[in-house]
C-alpha cells in the first residue's frame, strides 16, 4: 500500500503537484492520467525519493520515505522509467542482475529468477547477451519491466510503459501486462496517456489537471458520474480518438 | 597488475636517480655553446682534483640557473662579469672584480678571478650588407631604421640589453621582433632579418660572413667570464676551479666554440683546453668532422626515450590519479566545480617554459626531475578534470534516475553506471594529456633533465639542424605511437555496448 498525505511539489514558485491525499491499496492496480505536464511523473518521481515532497509524507509498505531510508526502501520499490533507463553499456542480462549481484545474490536464485521472468514477459533467452541498441523497442520495455522485477519487490511504479511503442506492439503488450499484473498481485501504480488502456489494466484510476486530482474511481465512476466538465471532455476527447 | 608494477617500477627508479648524485659536484651552465663548454672544462678540471662530477647541460637561463646555485642544487656554474654586476647584484655603473665578490658572498657564493675572454654583446649584420650600406658602427644604424633587428628574448629584457643601448645610441628602428639566437643567425643568413645581437666570442663569428658593429659609444658593458661557485664548495674544488683564471683568450674561446659546434661534442671541444699543443697555439686547422656513428646514436637515443618515457608515464599517472577524482567533484554542480575547473584551466593558460621557470624558483623543487614531472604533471590536469567533469555530465538524467531509482549506493552508481559511461570521454582526455605530455616533455631538457629534448635543446645551442632532429622526429614518432596505443586502449576499456553502432528503427 502507497499512502501520500498532504503531499506537494513546488518547483520555483510553480507547483508541480497541489498538497494531495491519495491512497493506492495493496495488491491493487492503479493508473494515473491526465494530460501532459499535469504531474504524473512528478508522483512517481516523489514516491521513489528521486524528488523531495515540498510538504506532506508519503508511506509505502507502512515505512516513511526519509531520505536515510531510501535505500532500503528503493529495493522494495520496482521503477521503470518512461524511456526504459536500461543502460547502454551492460547487456540485457547485466542490467537485469545488476542489483542481486551488487547485493551478492546467490548466482543459482537470481538464474532461477532470471528465467521465471524471462517466461513471464515472454523474453527471448537468446536477447539476454545482447545490447540494448540490439533489441527492439517492445524487447527493451520487457528487460526493464523484468530489471524492475528481479528483487521481487512488494511494488511496481511504471512511467507509461507502452508509451513509446507501435499500437500493434502495444495493445500485444497490454495484454501480456494484464496477465502479468494479475499473477503478481502486486501493488501496482501506472502513468498513461490512455484511457483505454487505464480502464483495461487498472482497477483504480486518477485523474490529475495541473497538479490537483479531479477525480479518483473506477473506468465507471469517470464515465457516469464525471466529477466537473473536465473529466467529461477527457473522457470524450479519448471516445473521440478510439471511435476515429 | 602489470601496469601498476610498472609505474612503481619507475617510482622507484627515479627516487633511486635523484639522490644518487647527492655525493657528487654538480656544474651547471646555459644552454649555449660556450656555457656548455666552460661547464666541461670544469667538470674536467674537477675530475683531475680528484671530484666525481656531473654537468648539468644547458639549465636555461641566467635566473634559472643562478637559482639553481643559490639553492645548492648546483655546486658551480660560468657566468659572465657584466651579468653578475647587472642582472644578479642589480649595481649601477662598473664595479671591480674585488666589490662582486664581497656582494656575493652574503648570498653564499663565490667568484673566481677572470678566466681571461672577454664575451660582451655585440650587433652583427651580413658582412655583405654591412659593406653595401657603409655600416661599420652601432651609431651608423641611425640612417638606417628600415633594417630588421631580430634580437634573442633575453638580450630584449635585460637591464642593460636592447631598450637602453637603442636610446643611448638614439636608434629608432621599425622593426625589432625577438627570436631564438641560433635561428637569428638563420634569419640572417636566409635575408629575413638585417641585425642581430650576438656575443663577441660566437663561433658563428669565425666564418667571416658576418661584421661586428663597433661599440663605438662605448655601451655595451665588459663581461669577463668567471666561474661563480658556492662558498661551501669543497675547497680542493675551489682551488682547482681557480687554477683556470687568465687562462682562456678570445681565440681559444672562439676556437672551441667553433669546434662544439663542428663536432656537436662538448666534451671534445673542451678537451682542446687540456692538449697541450692548443694550450702554445690556439689558430691550428680543426679536425675533420667525423661520419655519423650509428651505434652511439642508438645508444643515446635509447637512453632519451627511456628517459621521456620516464617523465611522460610518471606525471600522467599522477595526473590521472588526481585529475579523475577531481574532475568526478567538478561534475557535480556548485561552486567548487567552478573552482576546480578555473584553476586548472589557468594553469593550461601559462606558457610551459614560463611553468618550468616558475616551478624551479619554487624552494623544494629546483633544478630537478621532480620539477620537470611536477611541470608536466599540471600540464596534463586539465584535459583529463574537464573530460571527466564532462563525460559525467553528459549521461542522460534518466539513466541517473535510473540508477538511484534500483537503489544503489551513491558510490556504487559512480563505479557501476557512471564511470563506465564516461569511459569514452575520460579516455580521451587522458590521450589528449599523453600526447601534448610528450610534446611538452621535451622542455625537461631546458633544466637538465633529459628525455628527446636533450638533442633539441643542444641542437639549437649549437645550430644544428641535425642534432635537432634527432630529437624532433623520435618525439613526433612517440606522440603517433601513444596515440595508436590508445586507440588500442579504447578496445580494452571502453564497454562494448557503448561501441556498438546505435539501432536504427
Ligand atoms: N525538475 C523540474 N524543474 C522544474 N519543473 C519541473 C521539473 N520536473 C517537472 N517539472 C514541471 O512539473 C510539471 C509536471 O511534470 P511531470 O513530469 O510530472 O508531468 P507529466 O504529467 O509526467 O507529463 P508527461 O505526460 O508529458 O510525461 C510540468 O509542468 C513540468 O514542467
Ligand atoms: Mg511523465
Known sequence: MIELRGVSKRFGSDYALHP???????????????????????????????????????????????????????????????????????????????????????????????????????????????????????????????RALILDPDVLLLDEPLGALDPLVRSGLQTELKEIFQRLKKTVVFVTHDMAEAGYLADTIVLLQSGKIVQHGCLEDLRERPANSFVTEFMSAQRSLVQL | MKLTRCIFGSLWLCVLIVPASAQSLRIGSKAFTESYVLGEIAKRTLADAGFASEHKQG?????????????????????????????????????TTGEMQRELEPFGIGMTGELGFNDT??????????????????????????????????????????????????????????????????????????????????????????????????????????????????????????????????????????????????????????????????????????GFDWTLFLHKLAGWTLRHLELVGISL??????????????????????????????????????????????????????????????????????????????????????????GLERSAQLRKVYMPMASRTILAGIKTSAIINVGTATLAALIGQGGLGEPIVSGLAINDNRTILQGAIPAAILALLVQFGFGLLDMLLIPKGLRLPAHTE
Not at chain 1, 22 to 51: F, Y
Not at chain 1, 60 to 83: F, N, S
Not at chain 2, 265 to 273: N, V
Request: glycine residues 10%; aromatic residues 6%; hydrophobic residues 40%.
Open chain 2, 317 to 406: 599517472v599522477l595526473a590521472i590519479l588526481v585529475g579523475v577524482p577531481l574532475g568526478i567533484v567538478a561534475s557535480r554542480p556548485g561552486s567548487l566545480s567552478h573552482v576546480i575547473l578555473g584553476v586548472t584551466g589557468m594553469i593550461q593558460t601559462i606558457p610551459s617554459l614560463a611553468l618550468l621557470a616558475l616551478l624551479v624558483s619554487v624552494p623544494l623543487l629546483g633544478i630537478q626531475v621532480q620539477t620537470a614531472i611536477v611541470a608536466l604533471f599540471l600540464y596534463s590536469l586539465l584535459p583529463i578534470v574537464r573530460n571527466t567533469a564532462t563525460g559525467l555530465q553528459e549521461i542522460p538524467s534518466s539513466l541517473r534516475e535510473s540508477a538511484a531509482a534500483l
Open chain 2, 59 to 95: 639549465m636555461g637561463k641566467t635566473g634559472i640557473v643562478w637559482a639553481a646555485l643559490h639553492s645548492g642544487q648546483i655546486t658551480c656554474y660560468p657566468e659572465y662579469t657584466g651579468t653578475i654586476s647587472e642582472e644578479l647584484l642589480k649595481s649601477h655603473g662598473e664595479i
Open chain 2, 121 to 290: 654583446y655585440a650587433l652583427v649584420m651580413p658582412k655583405e650588407l654591412a659593406d653595401r650600406l657603409r655600416i661599420s658602427k652601432i651609431s651608423d644604424l641611425k640612417k638606417h631604421p628600415g633594417l630588421r633587428v631580430a634580437l634573442t628574448h633575453e638580450f630584449l629584457e635585460r637591464k642593460d640589453g636592447w631598450k637602453p643601448l637603442a636610446s643611448r645610441y638614439g636608434l629608432n628602428m621599425d622593426h625589432v621582433a625577438g627570436v631564438e639566437h641560433t635561428l637569428g643567425y638563420d634569419a640572417l643568413l636566409a635575408g629575413k632579418a638585417d641585425v642581430k645581437d650576438a656575443y663577441s666570442t660566437d663561433a658563428m663569428l669565425a666564418g667571416g660572413s658576418f661584421s661586428v658593429l663597433q661599440d663605438d659609444l662605448g655601451y655595451f658593458p665588459t663581461y669577463k667570464a668567471v666561474f661563480l661557485y658556492r662558498l661551501d664548495a669543497p675547497i680542493k674544488a675551489i682551488v682547482a676551479l681557480r687554477t683556470l683564471e687568465g687562462e682562456i683568450d678570445e681565440t681559444r674561446m672562439i676556437r672551441m666554440n667553433s669546434e662544439a659546434e663542428k663536432t656537436k661534442d662538448f666534451t671534445e671541444a673542451a678537451s682542446l683546453f687540456f692538449n697541450p699543443a692548443f694550450r702554445k697555439s690556439a689558430g691550428g686547422g680543426a679536425h675533420a668532422p667525423q
Open chain 1, 20 to 146: 494531495i491525499d491519495l491512497v493506492m491499496n495493496g495488491g491493487r492496480t492503479t493508473a494515473l492520467i491526465g494530460p501532459s505536464g499535469c504531474g504524473k511523473s512528478t508522483v512517481l518521481r516523489l514516491i521513489v525519493g528521486l524528488l523531495e515532497p515540498t510538504s506532506g509524507t508519503i508511506v509505502v509498505e507502512k515505512q516513511t520515505v526519509t531520505p536515510a531510508d531510501l535505500i532500503g526502501i528503493r529495493r522494495k520499490l520496482g521503477y521503470v522509467i518512461q524511456d526504459g533507463g536500461l543502460f547502454p553499456h551492460l547487456t540485457s542480462r547485466q542490467n537485469i542482475l545488476l542489483m542481486p549481484k551488487h547485493l551478492r545474490t546467490a548466482e543459482s536464485d537470481s538464474q532461477r529468477r532470471l528465467n521465471e521472468l524471462c517466461e513471464l514477459t515472454n523474453f527471448p533467452a537468446d536477447g539476454l547477451d545482447r545490447y540494448p541498441v540490439e533489441l527492439s523497442g517492445g524487447q527493451r520495455q520487457r528487460v526493464s519491466l523484468m
